[in-house]
Nanobody, 115 residues
């Protein structure tokens, strides 16, 4: 059973930083591209970062230069280091597998950027 458990969100001031984590289970972690998504209330879910099986990372323009995605294969986890956060980054952040159809979503972790 595939499980994805996000953590690390919270309330942060503009310009601040957060590090999100995603614990995975139920699949061979090293065989899949992984990604971080966010969903702003009332908007579509957006892929903001991905990392492939050889640790090549790509980023959406909305967060490029401010976030770094990484994976720890020994722990089957991915992380998203977020810096210089802005109010428009406020969203629920999720991890998942971009190249797998119907992979179940976790609960996400709420990031709120506000002064």
């Amino acid at each position: 059973q595939v499980q994805l458990v996000e953590s690390g969100g919270g309330l942060v001031q503009p310009g601040g930083s957060l590090r999100l984590s995603c614990a995975t289970s139920g699949f061979h972690f090293g065989f899949y591209t992984m990604g971080w998504y966010r969903q702003v209330s009332g908007k579509q879910r957006e892929l903001v970062a991905s990392i492939d099986i050889v640790d090549r990372a790509e980023y959406a323009d909305s967060m490029k230069g401010r976030v770094t995605i990484s994976r720890d294969k020994s722990k089957a986890t991915i992380s998203l280091q977020m810096n210089d956060l802005r109010p428009e980054d406020t969203a629920v952040y999720y991890c998942n597998r971009p190249l797998v159809d119907d992979s179940p979503w976790g609960q996400g972790t709420q990031v709120t950027v506000s002064s």
